[in-house]
Structure formats: structure tokens, C-alpha cells
């Protein structure tokens, strides 16, 4: 099937995808628009990844303030100060400052520094919770699988986004899409979470 | 002299300070209002220190962002969520956040954990820039002034406020002040500070 311009462009539109990522998805699509968006954020999320050897070095400081009780700041990094003015990313900072605010995570991913003793007990947990008598290989799996739930439920970037709730998407992936979209390298930074008395 | 309740009632409406205070103040300055003025003042800075014993359980938070590019957050506590609500109460908590965006200390005060390797290397450096030949008695005065500068440089409370040019407090007088006038513990809890790119 060819593919025209006009398929191209709407695509684009509605996206805001790049001219030749567009393209390049609806060949791939065989001119499908709604595969090709599929396959397009698909890439967004591969093309985040791929750019882990770029330097982000802009960004915001982003700060949330629920009622003098609860705050959050959040550093969002990305390339350039042309994202850095972006409605989306603002909208973004936004979404992940309310989302840390309520869901109270305890670090950004796996690869941050997490209390090893936090680790060891959890594990300690899981394992005395797997049913007697099964297989050692069955008890690991067992045990990795209630591992990855600990590190969902602590693991910012893990976290499905509360507001949601027809895509379910983690942060992650929200921040992934955002930097497909933007061609730019989107990092969460760091955060802080301050809630009155803790 | 005798106080009179007009003299009293004149004083309270320039300070805000409890009628037994300001009566007390009064007797103690033998009607002199200015002389009261600066009693007062003091016995506020030493009656915010007699509340040690107090818990400041109340507070908020509060977050000062400088265009997305330096932002602070701050648990500013008292004991009641009467104060709480108090716009001078506030005040106080903007002005603490914006001196901390410039200013940045390091911690609240020098009972605050201060990594030891960087005060080691301090008086390291103090001992070093004293001239040769000093009595023992004076490199150690020499010393403790320097080290005394360093600590003002650092902690949140020795620093000198910068908004105000004439009464020259420090952050720590400031929060003692008002400590006394609302004759209420306030407590500066945390803070952090957020600089993009840092």
C-alpha cells in the first residue's frame, strides 16, 4: 500500500510524532493509522530508552502544595529549554508531583538506592509466606513474583498513575510516551515528599 | 511609677504580647515604653527558648519555587493549628525559604548532623591560616572564631536574615521573635533545597 503524504501528516497531527517515525510506522502498519499509533508508542517507549546516552540537562523544579500539609518537589529533567517551556512536560511534572504526593513511593526505580535491610526483610516475608512442600524452583518464582510487587509498590516509575483509568500506565511509561513524542530524553531527577508531622 | 491599664493596653497594641507580660515589662522598664519594647523583645527570644518542653505538633509546609529553576520546601511547626493559620506565622515560613533558595545552609542549626570529615578539614584549614609562633591559649581563640564563622555560614538559624537591613537578626532571632509574640514554640523541622542541574 502507499503511503501518501496526507496519511503521513495525519498521522503526525495526531500524534505529534516526527515526519519520517510516521511514516515509517504506517509501512509498517501496511497505512493501518490506528496500528500505526500503536506502533508508535511502542517505539516512543524504545525511543526514550535509546536515548540514554544523551544528556539532560535542562528540566524543572517542580513543587506541589496540597494545603500546607502535604508537598512534594520534584526535579524533571530533559534536553533542551525549548521542552523545558513545553505544556505537555509541565503537565507531566504535574501529574508525577500528585501522584508521589498520594502514593507516597519510596524511590525513583529498582536501580536506586534501596535499604538492603528493607530488602532482606521483605524477602524474609515472601518466603515464609510460600506454601510448604513445593519445588525449590516453584518457591523462587514464587518469591520473585511478590518481589516485583514490593518493587511496584515502591518504585515510582513502577507505580500505575491514579488519575487514569482506562490506559493504566505507570509513570514510567507516561514519561517514556512523553519523550517519544517530544524526541527528548525525559529523566525523573529526584523527588522529595514532606507531609506535616512525619 | 504606676502602670497604668492605658499604658498596658498601649504596649500590647505595638507587640502583641500577652496583657501579664506586657504589664510585668512595664514594671520592670518603670513605664517606659521603648525601654518595655526591648524587654519584651528579649524575654521573647528566652520565653520561645522556655518552650523546649512543648510539643510543636501543628505547622505546615510550605514551598517557595523560584521560576521552575530553585525551589525549597519547608515543615515550619508550632504548637497549634490556631497559629498555624497565622499570616505572620507564614510570613515567617516565606521568609525563611527564600533566604534558604539564596543562601542555602546546609542544616538548620550546629545541633544538626554535620558530616564530621567536613568539619575536620575545617579547623584543618583554620589551623593552618593561623601565623607561627601564637601561644597554644591563642591559636585555640583564633580557632573557635573561625570555626564560629563556618557555622554561621552554614546552619539556617546563625545565618543574618537578607530582607532586612537595619535589625540585622539572624533567621534563628527571627523565629524566637515571633515565638514570643505569639508565645508559642516554633520550631524550623526540615527543609530542602532544590537546584536545577545540581
Known amino acids: 500500500m502507499e503511503i501518501t503524504a496526507k496519511m503521513v501528516k495525519n498521522l503526525r497531527d ?15 502498519a501496511d497505512g493501518d493509522i490506528e496500528k500505526a499509533k500503536i506502533l508508535l508508542r511502542k517505539k516512543g517507549i524504545s525511543q526514550g530508552d535509546n536515548r540514554e546516552h544523551k544528556d539532560a540537562k535542562s528540566g524543572i523544579i517542580y513543587t506541589y502544595n496540597h494545603d500546607n500539609r502535604v508537598a512534594v518537589m520534584l526535579e524533571l529533567r530533559c534536553e533542551t529549554d525549548f521542552v523545558a517551556k513545553n505544556e505537555e512536560f509541565h503537565n507531566l511534572a504535574k501529574t508525577i508531583a500528585m501522584h508521589i504526593a498520594w502514593s507516597k513511593p519510596m524511590v525513583i526505580s529498582r536501580d536506586s538506592v534501596i535499604d538492603p535491610q528493607i530488602v532482606a526483610e521483605e524477602e524474609e516475608i515472601a518466603r ?32 500505575k498513575e491514579l488519575q487514569v483509568s482506562e490506559g493504566k500506565m505507570t509513570i514510567g511509561e507516561m514519561v517514556k510516551e512523553l519523550s517519544g513524542k517530544l524526541t527528548e530524553k525525559i529523566v525523573v531527577k529526584k523527588f522529595t515528599r514532606y507531609e506535616l508531622g512525619e
Chains 1, 2 share one sequence.
Open 14 to 28: 495526531a500524534t505529534g510524532v516526527q515526519m519520517m517515525l510516521c511514516k515509517e510506522a504506517l509501512k509498517e
Open 128 to 159: 515464609s509466606q510460600v506454601p510448604e512442600g513445593k519445588p525449590e524452583q516453584i518457591v523462587e518464582k514464587i518469591i520473585e513474583g511478590k518481589m516485583n510487587k514490593f518493587y511496584e509498590g515502591i518504585c515510582l516509575l513502577e507505580q
